[in-house]
Each structure stands twice: as structure tokens, then as C-alpha cells.
């Protein structure tokens, strides 16, 4: 196997072929004793040699791949535990807890021109437009079990590219024990579950997805792991990879152990990890899982059940510093990397550089915008009136860091109910709304990510024991709002002044951002070549007839898209696109110049200046018909 320079513990432990069999190595300083029992010797446990630093090793001759193995650790209290390896690279499936032998080396990729075009173009830079995936929950056989890896890569980068995402983020695959938690406490940090197929197979899925123009982003999780007992939990009879403090070792809302971020072997196994994903699994980025957990001291800690800092505060050291290294080994591995950070306080500075007092990531999910406009949504639209706050105040902090707007897994489950279940009113307004939400989601600075499922116009929550309502498609209703959603996609990769300038105030601007009573909101987005955009949007189930605004000097303007056409599901309302604004000299919001349009109920409108270079008929997406 291939030697990397640093974080290359993976290339150490584990199980490695050499010779004849395979060479195992774990690390396990307080056991008294630890033997290597698997199919190779009959599961009779053979003793292995301690080396120096608390490693032990054996060789098994017989061992071939996908033998079953474990480690049988006496602990420093004197128990014996049967211990899945930490390293392993493939696991049983589920409910086995056995690891697997397996050698990932001989994959041959496929992904060169992928791999290259995005070292020239960073993502970080450009449209960022992420389909967000449960691979177990997308889409199911017949006998509703769940596709594998290889018909994964058959199916899904046909679909995600067809949609116009240029991205998908996975839930998860690093192996787990326990379907009902998506991935998200793991034992296997360097193993893709076994759920659906061999490492190898993984790895078919990646390259499928690149070399149909598509990245792949892994959510990552180094906050805490799950308490099963062949897992990571007092690994040698001692807390190994946790906290040894009773008032750290434990995240009780979640049933999980709290890795020790200041032990220099722990941060080295997580780190190892993710570095790990980025080489031999070519993923494109890692999206962490849980940051604020990892940051505060007293993270859902009740009753001053913490311990403070050295200093007294809140804020843990250990981890701050571990998510530096954490981001320089990221992007020292893959310079183009994104490292995406899930943090859902006002802490500074996450997509900052370690050197100016950041934390060093290049992108932060934007979980108030999030939880604001989901409370938006769900109101009858009589009384959005009085929370006009909720779709405007992202805008005080929108350039603080760089942003991610998600629409997540987390918000379309427990009760919570889908995008579409979220929109008070019958079906035509739940999918009008789901229209108008979209395109003011596109329009708003920061890049995008929607969970699997909104796109059908799903009325029901996300059931990982199930597939997608892919029969909504038979629906000419729902037909219509996915197709919508497809061409809105196309318009927003196409149209730069929607991605180009998401880090500051040039790139975005309001037109009408008080208009609480009409729950209406008008903004302009423009690129650094001056190129514009206006989006009109209405979260009221009324339209607005001659609704007239201030714009920026222009002969007129042209309707670039109408979320409301009828060829979307919509009423009809206002001008399709193509139709034609003339402005007029009619001081209107503090300019000398306005125009005046119908805003189409629980709809938006994208309007371009039409004195300007006029650029490809393709620009709209397709939207003309």
C-alpha cells in the first residue's frame, strides 16, 4: 500500500497483507493481554506481541479476504471483550460485529478528468448545489430491500445530474451498528458500511458520480461514537479513546462516549480517518457532524454538570485546536477539498483561517436561516405578517461567514414533516409554496443544499425504513413542481450573479425588504461583471396586481422566470417568461425609477435588465417554452 508522509495510521493498523496472510496491528496500551481470534484459526484466540507504545501485532498466514476477525482484549480491570478493530477497513453487516479482512488497494479509478477540473476550479468557489442522500432511502427494490453500491452507481448520478445539482452529500457511511441512527454513531471509521456492498463497491459509487461531472461530499462524525460493546468504549479497560472524566466522557441526550480531543493517538485515529476518506475514497469533502457539541464544554449538559476549561471557560481547547489540524490535514491532503463545518451557534470565525483565529473551515452550514425559515413556512400566511423577521435577518449575518443554506434531513423527519407538509393550505398551495421557497432559497447568498424528496413534492416526513414517493412523479401536480425545481437548478448553476458573489454586499442587494403586510420580499443579485438579477417573491396565497418597486436604471426589464406559469402547476398569474417590463420615471422605495409587475400568489418572479449584452437563449434553463 502506498505511504503517505502524514495521518497514514490507517496504512499501519488494521489488518495489511504481507507475505503468505496478513499482518494485524491494534492499539490497546492498558490491556493486559490481547489475541487475534477470526476464521483463519478457527476463532481460537492466538496471543499477539506487544510492542512499544502500548501496539500489539500478529500474523495469520491463513488469513485471506473477507475473513471474519475480532480482538480479544483482557482489559486493565481484568475483563475480557471480544473488540471489533478500529481500523478495519470492511465490517460484517449488521446485526454481525465482526471485522473483515479486506485489502482496498486495486480499485482502478476512472475520475481523472473529474479529479483534475476541480483542482483548476475549486468548488468552494463556484455554483455549489447539493442533492442531499440517504443511500438506504432513496431507492428500494420491490421486495423493499435497499440498492446496492454498483446499482447506486447505475441510478443515482443519472437522476442527481438530470435534477442539475452538481453535488450529492451522503448521511453517513463510515459502518454503524444501528439503522435507526442514519450513520450518525459509528464504529467503523475507516470502513463504508457493509449495508450495501464491499469498500471496492463504494468506491464504483464515487467514481460513477464524478465522471458524471458530480462531487461527493461525506458526512463525517469525530464528535462522539456510540457505547456498543465491540465498538470504541473503553477499548483496554480504561476510557482509550473517550474522556476519562465522568463530567466529559458522555453525551447523555445521546447515548454516546466523547472522544478525547487532547490525546495525541485519539486525534491521530480521527484524523487518519478523514484523511483516509479523501485519498483512497477520492471524496471531495467531509461535512462535520456536531461541531458545537465538540466546541462547548457544557453542550447539553444540565444542572453545571461540566468542567470548565484551565481558564474557567466554556469553550474546550482541546477541540478547538483538534478542528485546526483537523482542516490543515484536510486540505493539505486535497488543497481543493471542502471542509463543510455543521455548527449551530454564533461561534466566530468557523470559515476563517486557523492564522486569523478561525477554526478553518471553507464553508458552515447556516442552521439559523434553517430554523427561521422553517418556522416561517409553517405559519398560515395571515400570520407571517408579524414574523417578516424570520426571511430578513439572515441578511445581518449573511457575508459573517461562508455560508451553506441547507433544507436537511434533520428538518424533514420526527414530526417535523416534509418541505411540502411544512406549507399551511390545500395541495395547490403546499406546492406552490414549495415553488416560491425554492426559488427565494436559490436567489438568497450562500451555497445550497435540499434533502432527497423535496424535489417530488413528497407530502409525507422521510422514513429511512422506506424509499422516495417516486410514484408522485404519475401526479401531473407534482410532475410539474419537480420539473420546476429541475429547470429553477439550471437557471441558478447558468446564471453567475446567483453564485458568483456570495462573501459580501456586492453581490446582493434590496429592493423591498419591509413589506411585512404583503409578505412580500424584492432583492437584486449581481455578479463582479455588473450582470443583475431581481427576485420578486410572495409568501401570501394572494397576488399583488401592479405591485410596483424601485429598480436600478434600465430601458426595461424581462421576465427571466415565473414560478406561478401554468406549465409549473401554477394559476398563471403575471407574465410568463419572455414577457416584457417597460420603467417607468416613477420615484418609488428611494429611486427615481420603479416598475410595476404582478406577483403571483405564494409565488416568485426572476426578472434581467434587457439593455444589457444579451446572453445565450439557454440562460433561463429551458424555462421558455
Not at 171 to 191: I, K, M, N, R
Not at 429 to 453: D, I, S
Request: proline share 5%; hydrophobic share 35%.
Amino acid at each position: 500500500m502506498m505511504q503517505h508522509p502524514a495521518h497514514d495510521a490507517y496504512t499501519y493498523f488494521g489488518a495489511h497483507p504481507t507475505g503468505e496472510g496478513y499482518t494485524f496491528r491494534v492499539w490497546a496500551p492498558n490491556a493486559r493481554a490481547v489475541a487475534l481470534a477470526g476464521d483463519f484459526n478457527g476463532w481460537a484466540p492466538c496471543p499477539m506481541t506487544r510492542l512499544d507504545g502500548g501496539v500489539w501485532e500478529a500474523a495469520a498466514e491463513n488469513a485471506r479476504v473477507y475473513d471474519a476477525y475480532k480482538y480479544v482484549v483482557t482489559g486493565a480491570d481484568g475483563r475480557v471483550v471480544w473488540k471489533a478493530d478500529p481500523y478495519a477497513f470492511h465490517a460484517a453487516t449488521r446485526p454481525g460485529t465482526d471485522s473483515k479482512v479486506y485489502d482496498i488497494a486495486g480499485f482502478s479509478w476512472r475520475d481523472e478528468k473529474w479529479r483534475q477540473q476541480r483542482l483548476e476550479k475549486p468548488p468552494v468557489d463556484g455554483e455549489l448545489l447539493i442533492y442531499e442522500v440517504h443511500l438506504g432511502s432513496w431507492k428500494r427494490h420491490e421486495d423493499g430491500t435497499s440498492l446496492s453500491y454498483r446499482e447506486l452507481a447505475r441510478e443515482l448520478p443519472g437522476y442527481v445530474k438530470s435534477m442539475g445539482y452538481n453535488f450529492v452529500e451522503l448521511l453517513p457511511v463510515t459502518e454503524y451498528p444501528l439503522d435507526d441512527s442514519w450513520g450518525y454513531q459509528c464504529t467503523g471509521y475507516f470502513a463504508p458500511t457493509s449495508r450495501y456492498g464491499t469498500p471496492h463497491d463504494f468506491m464504483a459509487l464515487v467514481d460513477a458520480l464524478h465522471r458524471a461531472g458530480l462531487g461527493v461530499i461525506l458526512d463525517w462524525v469525530p464528535a462522539h461514537f456510540c457505547k456498543d460493546s465491540h465498538g470504541l468504549i473503553e477499548f483496554d479497560g480504561t476510557c482509550l479513546y473517550e474522556y476519562g472524566d465522568p463530567l466529559k466522557w458522555e453525551h447523555a441526550g445521546w447515548g454516546t462516549r466523547v472522544f478525547d480531543f487532547g490525546k495525541p493517538e485519539v486525534k491521530e485515529f480521527l484524523l487518519s480517518s478523514a484523511v483516509y476518506w479523501l485519498r483512497e475514497y477520492h471524496i471531495d469533502g467531509l461535512r462535520v457532524d456536531a461541531v458545537a457539541s465538540m466546541l462547548y464544554l457544557d453542550y447539553d449538559r444540565q444542572g453545571g454538570a461540566w468542567r470548565p476549561n484551565k481558564d474557567g471557560g466554556r469553550e474546550n481547547l482541546e477541540a478547538i485546536e483538534f478542528l485546526r489540524e483537523l482542516n490543515r490535514a484536510a486540505f493539505a491532503a486535497d488543497p481543493a477539498a471542502l471542509m463543510v463545518a455543521e455548527e449551530s451557534t454564533a461561534w466566530p470565525l468557523v470559515t476563517y483561517p486557523p492564522e486569523e483565529g478561525g477554526l478553518g473551515f471553507n464553508l458552515k452550514w447556516n442552521m439559523g436561516w434553517m430554523n427561521d425559515l422553517c418556522h416561517y413556512l409553517k405559519m398560515d400566511p395571515y400570520f407571517r405578517q408579524f414574523h417578516h423577521r424570520d426571511v430578513t435577518f439572515s441578511m445581518v449575518y449573511a457575508f459573517s461567514e461562508n455560508y451553506v443554506l441547507p433544507l436537511s434531513h434533520d428538518e424533514v423527519v420526527h414530526m417535523k414533516g416534509s418541505l411540502r407538509g411544512k406549507m399551511p393550505g390545500d395541495d395547490w398551495r403546499q406546492l406552490a409554496g414549495v415553488r416560491g421557497f425554492y426559488t427565494y432559497m436559490l436567489c438568497h447568498p450562500g451555497k445550497k443544499l435540499l434533502f432527497m424528496g423535496s424535489e417530488l413534492g413528497q407530502w409525507h416526513e422521510w422514513d429511512f425504513r422506506g424509499q422516495l414517493d417516486w410514484y408522485l412523479l404519475d401526479d401531473p401536480a407534482c410532475r410539474a413542481t419537480h420539473e420546476c425545481i429541475r429547470q429553477l437548478n439550471r437557471l441558478y448553476r447558468r446564471n453567475r450573479c446567483l453564485w458568483e458573489n456570495d462573501r459580501d454586499w456586492e453581490g446582493f442587494q434590496w429592493l423591498v425588504a419591509d413589506d411585512n403586510h404583503n409578505n412580500v420580499l424584492v432583492f437584486l443579485r449581481r455578479d463582479r461583471k455588473g450582470h443583475e438579477m431581481i427576485c420578486a417573491v410572495n409568501f401570501a396565497p394572494v397576488p399583488w396586481d401592479n405591485y410596483r418597486f424601485g429598480v436600478p436604471k434600465a430601458a426595461g426589464y424581462e421576465v427571466l422566470f415565473n414560478t406561478d406559469d401554468t406549465c409549473w402547476g401554477g394559476s398563471g398569474c403575471g407574465l410568463s417568461a419572455g414577457g416584457r417590463i417597460n420603467v417607468d420615471d416613477i420615484p418609488s422605495h428611494g429611486r427615481e425609477q420603479s416598475l410595476s409587475l404582478t406577483v403571483p400568489p405564494l409565488g416568485a418572479v426572476l426578472l434581467r435588465r434587457t439593455n444589457t449584452k444579451k446572453r445565450r437563449n439557454d440562460e433561463a434553463g429551458g424555462t421558455q417554452r
